[in-house]
């Protein structure tokens, strides 16, 4: 550490993990390091902060349990984009009196901490969907506000402790702290270590979020195969669209809601499977390469911005949220859009408005 800051105050280039490529002398790859990281930073700390104040404004929003993870992991992400700040701040040299070896270490541990509630939440809200399908009479005694509660703790308890074994000398959690010197070149992982990580956490979620879906789908084609043969079957055309009217409108709304949380999962798992993969070669000692850390760990880290992303262009509720939420800013706008969406007014009822 004390030869590292001295070969900064000496003149030499500072450390920078895409200074690896061979091109520092003609790109200042720090400022490129530090936009690219402020630039996710603000992305992420302002989606998430609209997926907050959406469900908070959009009461429709909460009639799914589910709702409950969602707003976990947004408070994760949102997390995850304030720390962010750290090394961003370390690139610019602000942090210079504190231990190199504690921040990264920190830094790195929260992240993997935080990543890990989110991906707990998706493996959480895969088996809740699969329940209201699989069990829709029991739903409501199985999956209680009181469970519910316990489960998110469980979360927050378990993705804490799976990682800290890192701090005592075991492994290392992931490469959001290579950032930093030391963490880059003197903090190794371990085969035992990520080996652990991946059979208590990364494979456990992963089949289970393919099983569930898998047999939600299964089920929702088989569904709508017995209503097209129902209304083949019945040649009275009134009762045979009015049932099947019925019954589509029962499913369909399930149905709907699983394909945008299947949307979030598939898009967390496509951005985290580049650094599971390096995190198993680089583990193994098959691979290392700076700049494949760097890239890999921060295309991760991108998918804490994606899930407003995501509901903003799959949920109707949630763009209805997003609407009320920044009406104060456009209230023209949203006039002549809701203008166009009921042309006659039916009720007087005043439309309620959140107050943020």
């Given at each position: ?5 001295d ?15 061979g ?52 408070y ?21 009196g ?64 799976i990682?800290l ?6 492994g ?9 010197q ?18 208590l ?12 879906y ?17 209304h ?16 589509r ?46 890239l ?61």
């Amino acid at each position: 550490m004390n030869s590292s800051s001295d070969a900064n105050q000496s003149g030499s280039p500072p450390f920078c993990l895409l200074g690896a490529v061979g091109y520092s002398r003609s790109l200042d790859t720090c400022v490129l390091e530090v936009v690219v990281i402020l630039f996710l930073t603000v992305l992420i700390i302002a989606g998430n902060l609209v997926v907050i104040f959406v469900f908070h404004c959009a009461p429709l929003l909460h009639h799914h349990t589910t709702s409950h993870f969602i707003q976990t992991m947004a408070y994760a992400d949102l997390l995850v984009g304030v720390s962010c700040l750290v090394p961003s701040l370390s690139l610019l040299h602000y942090l210079r009196g504190l231990n190199e070896e504690l921040t990264c270490k920190a830094f790195g541990y929260m992240v993997s901490v935080l990543k890990s509630v989110s991906m707990a939440s998706l493996a959480c809200i895969s088996v809740d969907r699969y329940i209201a399908i699989t069990r829709p009479l029991s739903y409501a005694t199985l999956v209680t506000p009181c469970r519910l509660r316990v489960c998110i703790v469980l979360i927050w308890i378990y993705s804490a402790l799976i990682f800290l074994p890192s701090f005592f000398g075991w492994g290392k959690p992931g490469y959001h702290g290579d950032i930093f010197q030391w963490c880059a070149n003197s903090w190794k992982t371990n085969p035992g270590f990520s080996t652990f990580i991946v059979a208590l956490l990364y494979a456990p979620a992963a089949l289970t979020v393919c099983f569930t879906y898998g047999s939600i789908f299964k089920i929702c084609r088989q569904h709508t195969r017995e209503i097209t043969q129902r209304h083949a079957r019945f040649s009275s055309q009134a009762d045979g669209d009015k049932g099947e009217r019925g019954e589509r409108c029962e499913g369909c709304p399930d149905k709907r809601y699983a394909m945008v949380l299947f949307r979030i999962t598939s898009v967390f798992y496509v951005l985290w499977m580049p650094y599971i993969l390096y995190f198993l070669l680089e583990s193994a000692g098959l691979y290392h390469h700076m700049v494949a850390s760097f890239l890999t760990t921060w295309l991760a880290i991108s998918n804490s911005f994606c899930n407003c992303l995501i509901y903003s262009l799959s949920n109707s509720v949630f763009r209805k949220g997003l609407g009320r939420l920044f009406s104060p800013l456009f209230p023209s706008c949203l006039g002549c859009t809701d203008a166009k969406k009921a042309p006659a007014p039916v009720s007087l009822r005043p439309d309620p408005r959140c107050q943020v």
